[in-house]
C-alpha cells in the first residue's frame, strides 16, 4: 500500500511545475511530484508520454526545462552535481565498455564514486557470485549474453550503496529466477529506507512491486497511487487493463485481430 509518509521525512525528488519541449513539440506539460525514502514508484505511460525524459533531466542528462528539480535536497538549477555521488542509474540500453571485464569495468564505477579501488573490486566479486556470475567475473564483457550485462548495470548501480535508484527497464534481459530475485532487492532496499524510481512497460511487475504507481499520459500525470487505490477510484482489472482504461486504449483487440487477418491473407491466387 502507499501509506503516507511520515510527517518528518523530506522528499528525496521534488518536481515543481516541470516543463519539458524538443523545438515545438512539448513532452513534460508541468509535472508536480514528491518521491519519498522507502517508496518504490512505478512510473508507466504510453511510448513518448515523457517517461524517459523524467528520469533524464533528474538526471541532468537532459537541460533546458522550466520549473523545479529537486534530488537529495540539491536544485539542479544551480548547476551542483554534488547530488549525483548518491544516486544509481540502470539506462533502458545498456551502455557498457564492452571491451572491460566485470571486475574492470566495476572496479571503475565503484571509483568514481569515491570507493577504494580495493573496497570496489572487493564488493563486486561478492555481488556477482551472488548472481552466479562468479565464473565470468574475469571475463570480457563482450562475451556476455544481453541478461548478464544487465546483472553489471544493476551491480554498478548499488555498489557505491545510493540513496536513490533511478531504473529504466531494469529487468529487462534477465530469466525468471533472476527477476525473482532483483524484485526481493528492491523491496529490501526500500525497507532501508532508499528510493527506487523505475520505469517499465512489464505491467504485472509494476503491479506487484511498486509501492506506488505514476501513470503518466500526454506529458502529464494521470495517475498516482497504490495499485489497490487506483482500482478504489474506479478503474477495474489488472494494471494493465487499468493502463488501457485510463489512456483511452481500447482498441487492442480490434488491432489484433486486422493484423491476424493480414498476416492470413493468400496474395498469391
Do not use: W
Amino acid at each position: 500500500m502507499n501509506s503516507p509518509p511520515a510527517p518528518n521525512l523530506e522528499p528525496v525528488i521534488r518536481l515543481r511545475d516541470l516543463r519539458k519541449n524538443y523545438g515545438s513539440k512539448i513532452v513534460l506539460k508541468g509535472i508536480d511530484l514528491e518521491v519519498y525514502p522507502g517508496q518504490i514508484i512505478g512510473y508507466i505511460g504510453p511510448n513518448g508520454a515523457g517517461k524517459s525524459t523524467t528520469q533524464k533531466l533528474m538526471l541532468g542528462l537532459e537541460q533546458d526545462y522550466s520549473g523545479t528539480i529537486e534530488v537529495l535536497g540539491y536544485d539542479l538549477a544551480a548547476g551542483s552535481h554534488d547530488y549525483k555521488m548518491r544516486i544509481g542509474y540502470v539506462p533502458e540500453t545498456t551502455e557498457i565498455y564492452d571491451m572491460l571485464t566485470a571486475r574492470e569495468y566495476l572496479s571503475f564505477s565503484g571509483q568514481l564514486y569515491g570507493l577504494k579501488q580495493e573496497d570496489a573490486e572487493y564488493k563486486a566479486a561478492q555481488l556477482m557470485r551472488i548472481f552466479g556470475m562468479e565464473e565470468v567475473f574475469d571475463k570480457r564483457i563482450d562475451s556476455y549474453s544481453k541478461g548478464m550485462r544487465q546483472k553489471v548495470m544493476l551491480t554498478a548501480s548499488v555498489l557505491h550503496n545510493p540513496d536513490v535508484l533511478f531504473l529504466d527497464e531494469p529487468l529487462s534481459g534477465l530469466d525468471a529466477s533472476s527477476v525473482a530475485v532483483v524484485k526481493d532487492v528492491f523491496s529490501l532496499l526500500a525497507a532501508q529506507g532508499k528510493a527506487i524510481f523505475y520505469s517499465s512497460h512489464i505491467m504485472d511487475v509494476v503491479e506487484k512491486i511498486s509501492s506506488r504507481i505514476i501513470l503518466l499520459h500526454e506529458g502529464q500525470i494521470a495517475a498516482d497511487g497504490s495499485f489497490a487505490e487506483l482500482k478504489e477510484r474506479g478503474a477495474e482489472g489488472s494494471l494493465e487493463q487499468i493502463f488501457n482504461q485510463m489512456t483511452g486504449f481500447t482498441e487492442h483487440g480490434a488491432i489484433a485481430e486486422q493484423f491476424c487477418r493480414t498476416v492470413q491473407e493468400d496474395y498469391n491466387q
